[in-house]
């Protein structure tokens, strides 16, 4: 009797303990986020956390980065498949339908409560959620997200006698302004380009743009068709490649995408296609007068959407739930948008951002931050399908070999769609 | 106890340790990946399925693959003559009094001990087009630049210098070993018989230089397949796959495709490869220890 009751208070006291346990646990989250362009956006989001800390201090947020969108995405697989604690996470806005198909991640329609929360997802640019939406459910929240812009560089524009405050509003004009901005040294050798697109590192991307001007988008909403070889997609890739071999305004080969931007910043091309997400390294690092421009038009304006959402996993409980829906509301919030968008160059995700006093001084001071908002106009979403990579790379093979001259953009679209179709017959 | 069986025992005890890692690190997952080479892909909603060799045909019709494999024998066979015949000329120049001779093995050195990331960021600046070391150089001297890792022609050829400027150091070490290992009355037997300095070393030096050759090719052929790193930096693989090596499409179909079943076949491929080289190696250095 005597040691039964001994075990009885025992109980009680570890039942005590553990009530008071967790009336005072932290809820501890951990979210992995990528990082694709230069600049210091690990400094902002640090900042950031630390306001969100010191707002809930029961919430103890663990950001890490990890590298490019796949290897960020590698490693949150990994984490969630070794058990590992990981509620939320920054990916890639077009592997959305392979999470889903991974089954690991839940539709923030099922983690919102109030009517407020409701109202918060319906408060982003609808041009980002084309991304972020599948079968009328919303899976991912833009965080860092941009379209393509077009960055030229207005001294050089002065130096040939074109007008810095006019760029190029059409493919025509690209091309004859691009002829203009050649310059050759005294042996006829090229020192510095008219036009450079990145084709390394998201080739597709930038293709998307030129497919979407000719008037063509290349996947369906489903993600499971594709349309590599239309009249217009073939029309698209041809004009890249003749600006490289027969207008000879743009390098032969491919252009990498790392060091394109220090190619621009040295000089050694005038005009440049690329990520909005690198308007504030450029800022930074111009010696000279540059300009943002919207991409030009052929029978249309346009750009994809890129970036990274937030997501968040299946493998929660509804208490973390809750603490990721709160940190995840407060990195949206116009302020921190605001703060975000001026840090990277990506663009603010809410309008909301543009009517804070810190956003609307930013952009009065600097008009090149609003392009790429601006652009949402004529955006559509960036090129996703399920078993995206895979399918992103017969399109990015066909567009290396053209624009090296091993193959016709007939034949090379002509292969990537039958690779293609073979991977997607499996989803339609 | 048995003082037999206990020695028995102390020795597998002194196994254990190793043998644990081995099996753990090494040994199941090898045979866990023949074993998934024969499943489908499974993902969430999919559960994982016996396909039979289905995934090995899609191998042999798989045209990224045969590129791979072709890139990865040129790459093999482009590097790896240049590199130990760079390592020889090297180890021989600096075995000899001469002033600043640390310095001069040290330099060799160096790129040896860089990272490999570290060094295909440097060689991404050589390269960049217009603003990079190569162009400007080009240009100084009057002539165009070039568009290097742009290029199918000539990415891989770029990947190739690379491999070569940073390995010829490293082998260099184990030749100039070699060199200090040869038999000075063998030298001086030379001397008096009166053999001139080339004779001497094509008839003598580099035969006893073989064992050290043989242990270098199989080792640098090894190399060929395992180091990927640079292209992570420098080409991604392209442009059109003319830089893709077995290591990086099996990188790609794992981590970027997330597609595990294709990737337990590439990995048995590269296994198999690099097996067969292993006790090719094994059995040739037998027959040279023999020789000596």
């Known amino acids: 009797m005597r040691t039964s009751g001994f075990k009885l208070v025992l109980l009680a006291t570890a039942l005590v303990f553990m009530v008071v346990g967790v009336a005072a646990a932290e809820i501890n989250m951990t979210m992995y986020y990528p990082i694709a362009v230069g600049g210091k956006p690990y400094q902002i989001i640090n900042e950031l956390i630390q306001g969100f800390e010191s707002q809930n201090p029961n919430i103890k947020v663990k950001a890490v980065y990890y590298g490019n969108y796949d290897d960020t995405r590698t490693k949150c697989l990994a984490a969630l498949k070794a058990g590992e604690p990981v509620q939320l996470s920054v990916l890639f806005s077009i592997d959305i339908f392979d999470l889903l198909n991974q089954d690991i991640i839940v539709p923030w329609d099922d983690v919102v409560q109030t009517d407020a929360d409701r109202a918060w997802l319906k408060s982003f640019y609808p041009a980002l959620m084309a991304n972020s939406m599948a079968g009328g459910k919303t899976y991912g929240i833009p965080f860092q997200r941009s379209t393509i812009v077009m960055y030229y560089n207005k001294d050089a524009f002065a130096e040939v006698g074109l007008d810095p405050e006019k760029p190029p509003a059409t493919w025509d004009e690209l091309v004859a302004m691009g002829k203009k901005l050649v310059k050759r040294d005294a042996n006829g050798q090229v020192v510095r380009w008219g036009l450079s697109i990145p084709s390394t590192g998201y080739p597709y991307w930038m293709y998307q743009c030129l497919a979407i001007e000719n008037g063509l988008e290349l996947m369906n909403k489903a993600g499971n068709e594709v349309y590599f070889n239309r009249p217009e997609s073939i029309e698209a890739l041809r004009f890249w490649h003749d600006m490289a071999y027969k207008h000879e305004i743009m390098q032969k080969g491919s252009t990498d995408w790392g060091t394109l931007r220090q190619q621009f910043l040295g000089g050694s091309t005038a005009m440049m296609w690329h990520t909005t997400g690198n308007l504030t390294p450029v800022r930074d690092g111009a010696k000279f007068k540059f300009g943002v421009a919207m991409l030009p038009a052929h029978k249309r304006r346009g750009s994809p959407t890129g970036g990274g959402n937030f997501y968040i996993f299946k493998k929660t409980t509804p208490e973390e739930r809750t603490a990721v829906l709160k940190f995840v509301q407060f990195m949206t919030e116009p302020i921190n948008t605001a703060k975000w968008s001026i840090g990277t160059g990506y663009v603010a995700t809410r309008p909301a951002a543009y009517e804070t006093d810190l956003l609307k001084d930013y952009v009065a001071g600097f008009p090149a931050a609003t392009v790429a908002r601006d652009q949402f106009e004529y955006a559509v979403a960036e090129f996703s399908t399920h078993e995206t990579a895979r399918v992103k790379k017969f399109l990015d093979d066909a567009i290396q070999a053209v624009l090296s001259g091993k193959a016709t953009p007939q034949e090379a679209l002509n292969k990537a769609q039958q690779g293609a179709d073979q991977i997607l017959g499996g989803y339609r | ?292």
């Not at chain 2, 295909?120 to 190569?134: E, S």
């Not at chain 2, 038999?183 to 009166?194: L, R, S, W």
């Not at chain 2, 030096?205 to 060929?224: E, G, K, R, S």
């Open chain 2, 1 to 292: 106890m048995n003082p037999k069986i206990a020695r028995h025992v102390y020795g597998w005890l002194l196994f254990a340790p190793a043998a644990i890692f081995f099996i753990l690190f090494t040994h199941y997952p090898i045979v866990r990946s023949c074993y998934l080479s024969f499943f489908n892909n499974p993902r969430g909603v999919q559960p994982r399925r016996f396909v039979g060799l289905a995934n090995y045909a899609y191998l042999v019709n798989d045209p990224i693959f045969w590129q791979a494999l072709k890139n990865n024998l040129i790459y093999a066979f482009g590097t790896i003559p240049v590199t130990v015949s760079l390592a020889i000329l090297m180890a021989v120049w600096v075995n000899r009094r001469m002033t600043g001779r640390a310095f001069v093995r040290a330099a060799y050195f160096t790129p040896t001990i860089l990272p490999m990331i570290a060094i295909a960021n440097i060689w991404l600046f050589f390269y960049t087009p217009g603003v990079g070391l190569f162009d400007n150089l080009l240009k100084s001297m009057g002539y165009s630049g070039r568009n290097w890792l742009g290029d199918p022609d000539t990415a891989l050829l770029c990947l190739m210098v690379i491999a070569i400027w940073k390995d010829a150091g490293f082998f260099m070490i184990f030749y100039l070993a070699a060199l200090q290992g040869i038999p000075k009355d063998v030298i001086e037997a030379g001397k008096i018989e009166g053999a001139g300095r080339w004779y001497f070393f094509r008839r003598v030096t580099l035969p006893l230089l073989m064992p050290t050759t043989v242990f270098v090719v199989f080792n640098a052929l090894i190399n060929t397949f395992r180091i990927i790193d640079h292209i992570f930096i420098l080409t991604k693989g392209g442009p059109d796959n003319a830089t893709e090596l077995l290591l990086y499409y099996l990188f790609q179909t794992a981590f970027e495709f997330w597609d595990t079943a294709y990737a337990a076949v590439l990995t048995v491929v590269i296994m198999a490869i690099l097996m067969t080289l292993a006790l090719a190696q094994f059995k040739v250095l037998e027959r040279r220890t023999h020789y000596q």
